[in-house]
């Protein structure tokens, strides 16, 4: 979550790839209940991280993005946000570095199709497909654009979907859901299959408003 108290001392970069990491032994809010699960290696306080123009409390450390942006997995005790759609959000929301010259969502729907408009769950989304395959006819991958027409509870998100074509064979669809805020995007990924199940489906607006909320 953003910390908008932090004062920070000026900072001189020696390289244009220097990465912030301050330390901050902040205590719970409650007195009680840890910033962070004993399991996380910044627990039970967690540590700050800059990106752009904002700061984030997390539990969790830096990755790389193939040397292109930087990103981090958000881990943050859901007793610590109200109001979640579910308390996986907040324990597994990637947050990506936006880069200039970077469109993600347009990279997602490139060469795809726009097929029509669907209600998924209590939203609805515009809909982009790749060619039906053999020998299921199902595309192998999609993108779900939220048409925000009517939603102003719900933030502007989209959501891409790999594997259609295969979940009859037993394989496994995996979907992201993604939300720009500010200087970063904030993603969520999920993996199913018709044995593992498929619930989240019906849920992208939900995870969505969770993204927003850790976020903000």
């Known amino acids: 979550m953003r910390l908008w108290s932090i004062v920070c001392r000026a900072v001189t970069l020696c390289a244009a790839l220097v990465v912030l990491v301050t330390a901050v032994p902040v205590q719970a809010q409650d007195g009680k209940v840890p910033y962070c699960p004993h399991t996380e290696p910044h627990a039970p306080h967690g540590i700050v991280l800059r990106m752009g123009q904002e700061y984030y409390r997390t539990c969790g450390n830096w990755t790389t993005g193939g040397g292109v942006f930087r990103q981090f997995i ?3 005790n859901p007793s610590q946000i109200p109001g979640l759609y579910s308390t996986y959000s907040p324990s597994n929301l990637r947050v990506m570095e936006r880069t200039e010259g970077i469109d993600r969502l ?5 060469n795809l199709p726009k097929k029509d408009r669907r209600t998924i769950g209590f939203a609805q989304y515009d809909v982009y497909e790749s060619k039906p395959l053999a020998p299921s006819g199902k595309p192998h991958r999609s993108t779900f654009v939220f048409a925000a027409e009517g939603s102003a509870s719900v933030p502007r998100h989209w959501v891409n979907c790999y594997g259609w074509n295969r979940l009859e064979e037993g394989r496994s669809l995996n979907c992201t ?3 720009q805020q500010g200087d970063v995007y904030g993603s969520l990924l999920f993996i199913g299959s018709h044995k593992r199940g498929l619930k989240f489906l019906d849920h992208f607006a939900g995870f969505a408003q969770d993204i927003e909320r850790v976020l903000t």
Request: glycine residues 0%.
């Open 74 to 76: 958000l881990k943050v």
């Open 106 to 110: 347009a990279n997602a729907i490139r």
């Open 177 to 179: 859901v993604y939300v």
